[in-house]
């Protein structure tokens, strides 16, 4: 499965962001990797962040797998971590840890982290089944 993006207007100026992360997305020959969300303009205000797991990853080899949503500075900025590995499908983590403003387009990146052994071996996944929405609301500041 590949990562999907959907884009929606809600009105008022905001834009909601869902971006699908499934086994085929996590295959670094690593324990944790960076899916990009999306690249927000400049001036974006983020409202909301928050995942939904829509099917608990399953794994022979990683016994932990977490999710948490920031930027490359601030990896948990919007979602501190949280167990993806485990329990029934959820609607999932839902937190903000301060909206801001920044000048500068900015891109939003899901990271993930497994526990036990690597995402994968660089070209197949150790996870053999899972999927995640990642949501992202957001609008964008106007000149005074």
């Given at each position: 499965?590949?990562?999907?993006?959907?884009?929606?207007?809600?009105?008022?100026?905001?834009?909601?962001?869902?971006?699908?992360?499934?086994?085929?997305?996590?295959?670094?020959?690593?324990?944790?990797?960076?899916?990009?969300?999306?690249?927000?303009?400049?001036?974006?205000?983020?409202?909301?962040?928050?995942?939904?797991?829509?099917?608990?990853?399953?794994?022979?080899?990683?016994?932990?797998?977490?999710?948490?949503?920031?930027?490359?500075?601030?990896?948990?900025a919007y979602v501190t971590a949280g167990e993806l590995l485990s329990g029934p499908p959820t609607a999932g983590r839902r937190e903000i840890k301060g909206a801001w403003i920044d000048?500068?387009?900015?891109?939003?990146?899901?990271?993930?982290?497994?526990?036990?052994?690597?995402?994968?071996?660089?070209?197949?996944?150790?996870?053999?089944?899972?999927?995640?929405?990642?949501?992202?609301?957001?609008?964008?500041?106007?000149?005074?």
């Amino acid at each position: 499965m590949a990562s999907e993006l959907i884009e929606k207007a809600l009105g008022y100026g905001l834009k909601h962001v869902v971006w699908r992360v499934g086994t085929a997305d996590l295959v670094a020959s690593a324990a944790a990797a960076n899916v990009n969300v999306a690249v927000l303009p400049a001036k974006a205000v983020v409202l909301s962040a928050w995942y939904d797991l829509v099917t608990v990853f399953t794994s022979a080899s990683i016994t932990g797998l977490t999710c948490q949503v920031g930027v490359s500075a601030d990896t948990d900025a919007y979602v501190t971590a949280g167990e993806l590995l485990s329990g029934p499908p959820t609607a999932g983590r839902r937190e903000i840890k301060g909206a801001w403003i920044d000048g500068d387009a900015r891109t939003v990146l899901a990271r993930f982290t497994a526990t036990g052994g690597n995402l994968g071996n660089g070209t197949a996944s150790n996870l053999t089944a899972g999927k995640v929405d990642i949501h992202v609301i957001y609008t964008v500041a106007k000149d005074a």
